[in-house]
């Protein structure tokens, strides 16, 4: 009996550690592999001329300790450029939104409305390219989403 328990807890004790070792994998690993974010001068290079300007702030409702973002957002005809922080994760998205919008059932309500702009790969600030064909006036909002696990990051509201 003693001995089928102590097993018991041993086989416990491991499964509890892979499943924590693989947890952590997965959000140490986008860490690991995220490029060098953009310099301070490629960042007010890319804000000059901002149609827009907004921020991300770690209060909004579906922000948490894990999902946040803050920083700057600046909006030009051909990019957007975040100067801040995010939290990271992996497989995040920029998204131009008609409406504001603050945490994931929000978001999932208008996400076939919203238009898709890049991978945001870095997560001290990133410089994305507006594909050619966007007008910011159509949107309101610029949100950062994880796909992978349907999560909320941040969003800004910029009119």
């Known amino acids: 009996m003693l001995k089928t328990l102590r ?5 416990g004790s491991h499964l509890a550690m892979l499943g924590i070792g693989f947890a952590l994998g997965i959000y140490m690993l986008p860490i690991l592999i ?5 310099d301070q001068a490629a960042l007010v290079a890319a804000a000059e001329g901002a ?3 907004a921020e991300f702030r770690r ?3 579906g922000s948490d300790f894990f999902h946040w973002g803050e ?13 801040g922080k995010l ?10 939104v ?25 997560f001290n600030g990133f410089i994305l390219d507006l594909p050619a064909g966007i007008d910011l006036a159509e949107y309101t909002t610029v949100l ?16």
């Open 7 to 11: 097993k018991f807890i041993l086989v």
């Open 34 to 38: 995220a490029p060098k974010g953009p």
């Open 51 to 53: 149609m827009f300007r």
């Open 59 to 61: 209060d909004l409702k």
């Open 71 to 83: 920083g700057k957002v600046s909006l030009t005809p051909q990019r957007i450029a975040h100067e």
């Open 87 to 96: 939290a990271p994760g992996p497989d995040y998205k920029l998204y131009l």
């Open 98 to 122: 008609k409406t504001f919008v603050e945490d994931e059932a929000e978001f999932l309500a208008v996400k076939s409305e919203s238009r898709l702009i890049g991978d945001v790969k870095t």
């Open 144 to 159: 950062v989403w994880c796909e992978t696990f349907s999560e909320f990051i941040s969003a800004a509201k910029y009119r």
